[in-house]
Protein backbone atom coordinates (compact mmCIF):
# COMPACT_ATOMS: atom_id res chain seq x y z
CA UNK A 1 0.00 0.00 0.00
CA UNK A 2 1.39 3.68 -0.70
CA UNK A 3 0.39 5.15 2.36
CA UNK A 4 1.66 8.66 0.80
CA UNK A 5 -0.62 7.98 -2.61
CA UNK A 6 -3.66 7.27 -0.02
CA UNK A 7 -2.78 10.87 2.84
CA UNK A 8 -2.97 12.64 -0.71
CA UNK A 9 -6.04 11.47 -2.37
CA UNK A 10 -7.77 11.73 1.49
CA UNK A 11 -6.74 15.14 1.46
CA UNK A 12 -7.78 16.00 -1.68
CA UNK A 13 -11.07 13.99 -1.02
CA UNK A 14 -11.81 15.95 2.36
CA UNK A 15 -10.25 19.45 1.70
CA UNK A 16 -11.06 19.77 -1.98
CA UNK A 17 -13.49 17.70 -3.39
CA UNK A 18 -16.09 15.29 -1.07
CA UNK A 19 -18.79 15.73 -3.79
CA UNK A 20 -16.61 13.69 -5.99
CA UNK A 21 -16.75 11.10 -3.62
CA UNK A 22 -20.42 10.95 -2.49
CA UNK A 23 -19.48 12.18 1.07
CA UNK A 24 -21.18 14.74 3.09
CA UNK A 25 -18.92 16.72 5.20
CA UNK A 26 -20.22 17.42 9.01
CA UNK A 27 -19.70 20.96 10.08
CA UNK A 28 -16.40 19.88 11.91
CA UNK A 29 -15.35 18.60 8.47
CA UNK A 30 -15.94 14.90 9.72
CA UNK A 31 -17.31 11.83 7.95
CA UNK A 32 -17.91 8.44 8.60
CA UNK A 33 -15.20 6.13 7.84
CA UNK A 34 -17.27 3.49 6.30
CA UNK A 35 -18.75 5.65 3.71
CA UNK A 36 -15.54 6.93 2.57
CA UNK A 37 -13.60 3.34 2.49
CA UNK A 38 -17.51 2.69 -0.08
CA UNK A 39 -15.96 5.04 -1.96
CA UNK A 40 -12.88 4.48 -2.23
CA UNK A 41 -13.04 0.68 -2.97
CA UNK A 42 -15.07 2.31 -6.33
CA UNK A 43 -11.29 3.05 -7.36
CA UNK A 44 -9.58 0.14 -8.93
CA UNK A 45 -6.10 1.14 -6.89
CA UNK A 46 -7.83 1.36 -3.49
CA UNK A 47 -10.22 -1.63 -3.78
CA UNK A 48 -8.29 -3.36 -0.74
CA UNK A 49 -8.11 0.01 1.67
CA UNK A 50 -8.94 -0.87 5.25
CA UNK A 51 -9.79 0.67 8.31
CA UNK A 52 -6.70 -0.21 9.64
CA UNK A 53 -5.06 1.04 6.47
CA UNK A 54 -5.83 4.67 7.67
CA UNK A 55 -4.57 4.22 11.07
CA UNK A 56 -1.27 3.22 9.73
CA UNK A 57 -1.61 6.08 7.10
CA UNK A 58 -1.98 9.05 9.79
CA UNK A 59 0.91 6.82 12.03
CA UNK A 60 3.25 6.78 9.10
CA UNK A 61 3.28 10.68 7.95
CA UNK A 62 5.15 13.19 9.07
CA UNK A 63 2.39 15.67 9.28
CA UNK A 64 -0.73 15.45 11.67
CA UNK A 65 -3.08 15.86 8.08
CA UNK A 66 -5.88 13.31 9.63
CA UNK A 67 -7.53 12.55 12.57
CA UNK A 68 -10.22 9.56 13.23
CA UNK A 69 -12.24 9.56 16.00
CA UNK A 70 -15.10 7.48 17.05
CA UNK A 71 -15.29 6.00 13.27
CA UNK A 72 -15.27 9.08 11.43
CA UNK A 73 -12.32 10.81 9.63
CA UNK A 74 -11.35 14.64 9.18
CA UNK A 75 -8.67 16.55 7.82
CA UNK A 76 -7.28 19.29 10.13
CA UNK A 77 -6.86 21.63 8.10
CA UNK A 78 -6.53 23.10 4.23
CA UNK A 79 -10.31 23.37 3.57
CA UNK A 80 -11.37 25.13 0.06
CA UNK A 81 -15.13 22.96 0.37
CA UNK A 82 -17.41 26.24 0.12
CA UNK A 83 -19.06 25.08 3.48
CA UNK A 84 -17.26 27.21 6.20
CA UNK A 85 -15.45 24.21 8.65
CA UNK A 86 -15.93 25.02 11.93
CA UNK A 87 -12.73 25.24 14.10
CA UNK A 88 -11.81 24.97 17.56
CA UNK A 89 -10.75 28.67 18.30
CA UNK A 90 -7.45 29.11 20.89
CA UNK A 91 -5.00 31.21 22.41
CA UNK A 92 -1.52 31.13 19.93
CA UNK A 93 1.82 31.16 21.26
CA UNK A 94 3.36 34.44 21.01
CA UNK A 95 5.01 34.25 17.68
CA UNK A 96 3.41 32.17 14.88
CA UNK A 97 5.62 32.03 11.00
CA UNK A 98 4.72 31.82 7.67
CA UNK A 99 6.72 30.79 4.98
CA UNK A 100 6.01 32.62 1.73
CA UNK A 101 7.81 32.70 -1.93
CA UNK A 102 9.39 35.84 -2.51
CA UNK A 103 6.69 37.00 -5.25
CA UNK A 104 4.05 37.46 -2.84
CA UNK A 105 5.90 39.40 -0.22
CA UNK A 106 4.76 42.83 -1.38
CA UNK A 107 0.81 42.43 -1.81
CA UNK A 108 1.36 40.26 1.66
CA UNK A 109 2.90 43.68 3.36
CA UNK A 110 0.45 45.70 1.70
CA UNK A 111 -2.74 43.99 2.12
CA UNK A 112 -1.74 41.10 5.54
CA UNK A 113 -2.21 37.10 4.93
CA UNK A 114 -5.56 36.03 3.54
CA UNK A 115 -7.26 32.86 2.54
CA UNK A 116 -6.62 33.19 -1.32
CA UNK A 117 -7.87 29.76 -1.92
CA UNK A 118 -8.50 28.15 1.48
CA UNK A 119 -10.88 29.02 4.07
CA UNK A 120 -7.98 29.99 6.35
CA UNK A 121 -4.72 31.64 6.62
CA UNK A 122 -2.54 28.75 7.70
CA UNK A 123 0.78 29.83 9.88
CA UNK A 124 3.33 27.60 11.53
CA UNK A 125 4.22 26.91 14.95
CA UNK A 126 7.82 26.96 14.33
CA UNK A 127 10.35 28.75 11.41
CA UNK A 128 11.79 25.02 10.48
CA UNK A 129 8.09 24.34 9.22
CA UNK A 130 7.43 27.83 7.70
CA UNK A 131 10.39 27.65 5.71
CA UNK A 132 9.27 23.95 4.12
CA UNK A 133 5.50 25.85 3.56
CA UNK A 134 7.43 28.21 1.85
CA UNK A 135 9.66 25.78 -0.12
CA UNK A 136 6.82 24.27 -2.10
CA UNK A 137 6.71 27.35 -4.41
CA UNK A 138 9.85 29.04 -3.86
CA UNK A 139 13.80 28.14 -3.16
CA UNK A 140 14.22 31.02 -1.00
CA UNK A 141 11.06 31.53 0.43
CA UNK A 142 10.50 34.88 2.69
CA UNK A 143 9.69 34.17 6.47
CA UNK A 144 7.41 36.28 8.09
CA UNK A 145 6.76 36.40 11.60
CA UNK A 146 3.79 36.95 13.22
CA UNK A 147 3.15 39.16 16.77
CA UNK A 148 0.23 36.32 17.34
CA UNK A 149 -0.17 37.18 21.03
CA UNK A 150 -0.76 40.79 19.82
CA UNK A 151 -3.27 39.94 16.71
CA UNK A 152 -5.02 37.81 19.70
CA UNK A 153 -4.97 40.75 22.62
CA UNK A 154 -6.48 42.99 20.04
CA UNK A 155 -9.51 40.43 18.89
CA UNK A 156 -7.89 38.67 16.15
CA UNK A 157 -9.39 34.53 16.09
CA UNK A 158 -6.93 32.21 15.83
CA UNK A 159 -7.77 28.37 15.29
CA UNK A 160 -6.14 25.21 15.86
CA UNK A 161 -5.13 22.77 12.88
CA UNK A 162 -2.65 20.37 14.32
CA UNK A 163 0.55 20.72 16.52
CA UNK A 164 2.24 22.54 14.05
CA UNK A 165 -0.20 24.45 11.75
CA UNK A 166 -2.34 27.41 13.06
CA UNK A 167 -5.32 29.08 11.47
CA UNK A 168 -6.75 32.31 10.52
CA UNK A 169 -9.24 34.58 9.44
CA UNK A 170 -7.08 37.28 8.19
CA UNK A 171 -3.64 38.83 9.58
CA UNK A 172 -3.45 42.69 9.30
CA UNK A 173 -0.09 43.71 8.01
CA UNK A 174 0.51 45.56 11.18
CA UNK A 175 1.15 42.24 12.89
CA UNK A 176 3.41 41.11 10.31
CA UNK A 177 7.50 41.18 9.47
CA UNK A 178 10.19 39.84 7.62
CA UNK A 179 12.05 37.86 9.98
C1 LIG B 1 -0.16 33.59 -0.10
C2 LIG B 1 0.29 22.60 3.08
C3 LIG B 1 -0.41 37.51 -2.03
C4 LIG B 1 0.37 32.73 1.03
C5 LIG B 1 1.30 23.50 3.75
C6 LIG B 1 0.55 31.40 0.32
C7 LIG B 1 0.48 24.34 4.70
C8 LIG B 1 -0.80 35.97 -0.39
C9 LIG B 1 -0.56 31.42 -0.73
C10 LIG B 1 -0.87 24.39 4.05
C11 LIG B 1 -1.51 36.93 0.38
C12 LIG B 1 -1.71 30.50 -0.41
C13 LIG B 1 -1.21 25.76 3.53
C14 LIG B 1 -1.63 38.23 -0.15
C15 LIG B 1 -1.49 35.07 1.49
N1 LIG B 1 -1.06 38.48 -1.36
N2 LIG B 1 -0.26 36.25 -1.59
N3 LIG B 1 -2.25 39.21 0.50
N4 LIG B 1 -1.92 36.34 1.53
N5 LIG B 1 -0.81 34.84 0.33
O1 LIG B 1 -1.31 26.68 -0.34
O2 LIG B 1 0.01 28.61 3.68
O3 LIG B 1 1.35 19.55 3.06
O4 LIG B 1 -3.36 28.06 0.25
O5 LIG B 1 1.58 33.24 1.54
O6 LIG B 1 2.32 22.79 4.37
O7 LIG B 1 1.13 27.97 1.45
O8 LIG B 1 -0.87 20.05 2.03
O9 LIG B 1 -1.40 28.17 1.73
O10 LIG B 1 1.80 31.30 -0.29
O11 LIG B 1 0.39 23.85 6.00
O12 LIG B 1 -0.71 19.21 4.39
O13 LIG B 1 -1.06 32.76 -0.79
O14 LIG B 1 -0.81 23.46 2.95
O15 LIG B 1 -0.01 21.49 3.88
O16 LIG B 1 -1.25 29.17 -0.57
O17 LIG B 1 -0.13 26.27 2.74
P1 LIG B 1 -1.89 27.95 0.21
P2 LIG B 1 0.00 27.83 2.41
P3 LIG B 1 -0.05 19.98 3.31
Same mark, same amino acid.
Given at each position: ???????????????????????????????????????????????????????????????????????????????????????????????????????? %??? &?? $??????? /????? =??? +?? *???????????????? %??? &?? $??????? /????? =??? +?? *???????????????
Amino acid at each position: MDYQKLSKELSYALRHAPHEYELELDEQGWVPIKQLLLSLHEQRKWQAVTEEDLHTMIALSEKKRHEVNQGKIRALYGHSVPQKIHKEEKEPPAYLFHGTPQRF %LDS &IL $ASGLVPK /GRQYV =HLS +ED *VQTAQQVGKRRDDHPV %LLR &ID $ARQAWQD /GVKFY =HGN +EL *VWLADHVQKQYISVY
